[in-house]
């Protein structure tokens, strides 16, 4: 099982590389887990072409066939380890397979963090529950909304879009503290802090947030959401297993031309990566980082 390219991660990031890899016709396969923020998202609103929103889902579906119709293969697995095997690498995967290739793409990307006492917010995930301000913010436009969150991630949410809406209120789920400068501006903006934990998550019909009821009693109504509890999981697990460079979250460092690691013959592209969290940017990165992989391909074949 011997590929030219292998790209872990079918998200927005490794299907657009491998539709690019497949147009060069290179022998590519994507190994996915069927997980991560594209799966989970039942609506992007701010990607081009898309004026009524698209889901994750969809353009996953999408994605997959058209990669297919370039002879992309696919296989539904979860890597748990890679090394250096000269001339390429070696991945190991859950199901105890084996993989080998030439060059590595790590498209892996980022788990936000929701509670799992909280389950009724994943189908609004899109819909009327969001996570980034810059992609969703303009979705609570004149809407009442509740931050749930906690300490300062939620704070700095709250703060961040306060611009979007005066019907705004911070429910600090995790009851942790927020900094005293922040609690001022908070304050100071008029956005009312509840530091009490929610017990349930009010849903009607499909994916419509209807506010929430704390663990006191007390229900609080509003039309929309935003999830702010820091410490989301950034998948970059197999870099540090292949010693490559990686901030302090644990980000992958890659050069801005090429997406290129500080590791030879590995790339990485899409939120895993240094830059805005965007699903546009996550296919720019795919694109990219397919046209260098493609050029280390034609150099090692003219050895």
Same mark, same amino acid.
């Given at each position: 099982?011997?590929?030219?390219?292998?790209?872990?991660?079918?998200?927005?990031?490794?299907?657009?590389?491998?539709?690019?890899?497949?147009?060069?016709?290179?022998?590519?396969?994507?190994?996915?887990?069927?997980?991560?923020?594209?799966?989970?998202?039942?609506?992007?609103?701010?990607?081009?072409?898309?004026?009524?929103?698209? @889901?994750?889902?969809?353009?996953?579906?999408?994605?997959?066939?058209?990669?297919?119709?370039?002879?992309?293969?696919?296989?539904?697995?979860?890597?748990?380890?890679?090394?250096?095997?000269?001339?390429?690498?070696?991945?190991?995967?859950?199901?105890?397979?084996?993989?080998?290739?030439?060059?590595?793409?790590?498209?892996? =990307?980022?788990?936000?963090?929701?509670?799992?006492?909280?389950?009724?917010?994943? *189908?609004?995930?899109?819909?009327?529950?969001?996570?980034?301000?810059?992609?969703?913010?303009?979705?609570?436009?004149?809407?009442?909304?509740?931050?749930?969150?906690?300490?300062?991630?939620?704070?700095?949410?709250?703060?961040?879009?306060? *611009?979007?809406?005066?019907?705004?209120?911070?429910?600090?789920?995790?009851?942790?503290?927020?900094?005293?400068?922040?609690?001022?501006?908070?304050?100071?903006?008029?956005?009312?802090?509840?530091? %009490?934990?929610?017990?349930?998550?009010?849903?009607?019909?499909?994916?419509?947030?209807?506010?929430?009821?704390?663990?006191?009693?007390?229900?609080?109504?509003?039309?929309?959401?935003?999830?702010?509890?820091? =410490?989301? %999981?950034?998948?970059?697990?197999?870099?540090?297993?292949? =010693?490559?460079?990686?901030?302090?979250?644990?980000?992958?460092?890659?050069?801005?031309?090429?997406?290129?690691?500080?590791?030879?013959?590995?790339?990485?592209?899409?939120?895993?990566?240094?830059?805005?969290? %965007?699903?546009?940017?996550?296919?720019?990165? =795919?694109? %990219?980082?397919?046209?260098?992989?493609?050029?280390?391909?034609?150099?090692? @074949?003219?050895?």
């Amino acid at each position: 099982m011997s590929y030219e390219c292998i790209i872990v991660g079918g998200g927005i990031a490794g299907l657009q590389a491998a539709i690019q890899l497949g147009r060069y016709e290179h022998r590519v396969l994507v190994i996915d887990a069927g997980s991560g923020r594209s799966v989970l998202c039942r609506k992007y609103h701010n990607l081009l072409g898309w004026p009524e929103g698209v @889901s994750g889902e969809y353009l996953r579906q999408l994605g997959r066939q058209h990669a297919e119709n370039h002879d992309v293969e696919f296989a539904d697995d979860f890597i748990v380890d890679a090394y250096r095997d000269e001339p390429g690498f070696v991945l190991k995967s859950r199901s105890g397979r084996e993989y080998h290739c030439l060059t590595l793409l790590l498209a892996t =990307g980022v788990v936000d963090r929701i509670p799992d006492d909280l389950p009724e917010l994943l *189908p609004c995930l899109g819909i009327t529950v969001y996570v980034c301000p810059d992609c969703d913010g303009y979705e609570i436009r004149g809407f009442s909304t509740l931050v749930l969150g906690s300490g300062e991630a939620g704070a700095r949410m709250a703060l961040t879009l306060q *611009p979007r809406t005066h019907q705004l209120v911070y429910i600090n789920h995790g009851r942790q503290a927020v900094e005293p400068d922040t609690a001022a501006r908070l304050k100071h903006k008029q956005i009312p802090v509840i530091d %009490q934990a929610i017990g349930e998550v009010l849903v009607e019909g499909d994916g419509h947030f209807r506010g929430v009821r704390l663990t006191n009693g007390e229900m609080v109504q509003a039309e929309r959401a935003f999830v702010a509890f820091g =410490g989301n %999981q950034v998948n970059s697990q197999l870099a540090e297993k292949l =010693g490559i460079e990686r901030l302090e979250n644990k980000h992958i460092l890659t050069d801005p031309r090429t997406k290129m690691t500080n590791v030879r013959n590995v790339w990485a592209a899409g939120d895993i990566a240094v830059h805005s969290e %965007q699903a546009a940017i996550a296919m720019g990165d =795919g694109s %990219q980082a397919a046209i260098w992989i493609h050029k280390a391909l034609s150099a090692l @074949s003219d050895r």
